[in-house]
């Protein structure tokens, strides 16, 4: 079974530029969450869906991440305009409810670097 | 809101040393709980979970948790690392009321010297 996989794996623009970042779910996972980690701290959560809705965003920084996932399969995350603080890593998990319990999986994250 | 915390944010030890990383977490409802590794360049992975049952949880590689609620605790152990324990680890936690999004610990980094 394929893991989570995350596109691309690392990003360097400047500030001002837009950037999509995309991530794949291990198949069958209606749960897809965003996690970004700032460098030196702690992993954050981001946003929430459960298949093509959006169940949970309140961890959105602001009006410029746009997060979609169409059709409920692969999920995208646009920064625009990115600003010098949107650098992190940005991780993407996905699960699946089983019984009232949750394991999220993770990607391999996507290393975003604004100049 | 949830919160969750790490004692250390580096841990340096020589190998067969005994490992134990102290996570806390402030919730007082039903919490789910999750330690995390990450290897060097490698994606996070799951060590190991409790949702409930037997406070003490094994995991992959020789790892072992144990909840004691009382104390808002799940501290990993291991009784001998390996210089291939290097890594950085995460405590997290997430519970059903805040749909099961996780709240992760700052992470640790440790530090197996061959």
């Known amino acids: 079974e394929a893991g989570v996989t995350q596109f691309p794996s690392h990003s360097v623009i400047e500030k001002g530029q837009t950037v999509t970042l995309r991530c794949d779910p291990i198949?069958?996972?209606?749960?897809l969450y965003w996690y970004r980690r700032v460098m030196g701290k702690e992993i954050k959560f981001l946003l929430h869906?459960?298949?093509?809705?959006?169940?949970?965003e309140s961890g959105m920084p602001n009006n410029r991440f746009l997060a979609e996932r169409t059709g409920g399969t692969y999920s995208t995350l646009k920064v625009q305009p990115a600003e010098l603080e949107d650098s992190g890593v940005y991780f993407c998990?996905?699960?699946?409810?089983?019984?009232?319990?949750?394991?999220?999986?993770f990607g391999p994250g996507t290393r975003l670097l604004v100049l | 809101a949830q919160s969750v915390s790490q004692h250390n944010h580096h841990v340096i030890l020589s190998e067969a040393a005994s490992l134990e990383l102290g996570c806390n977490y402030s919730?007082?409802?039903?919490?789910?709980l999750f330690w995390y590794v990450q290897y060097p360049g490698q994606h996070l992975q799951l060590l190991l979970k409790?949702?409930?049952?037997?406070?003490l949880v094994k995991g992959i590689k020789g790892f072992e948790a144990e909840f004691i609620k009382s104390k808002f605790s799940f501290n990993l152990r291991k009784p001998s690392v390996q210089w291939s324990d290097t890594a950085e680890y995460f405590c997290?936690?997430?519970?059903?009321?805040?749909?099961?999004?996780?709240?992760f610990g700052g992470g640790t980094r440790v530090l197996v010297k061959p």
């Open positions: 998990a996905s699960s699946q409810l089983r019984g009232g319990q949750e394991t999220q999986y």
């Open positions: 198949s069958g996972h209606d749960n």
């Open positions: 409790y949702f409930s049952g037997d406070p």
């Open positions: 869906f459960v298949k093509e809705s959006k169940q949970d």
């Open positions: 997290a936690a997430s519970h059903k009321a805040a749909g099961n999004k996780l709240t």
């Open positions: 919730y007082g409802g039903t919490v789910n």
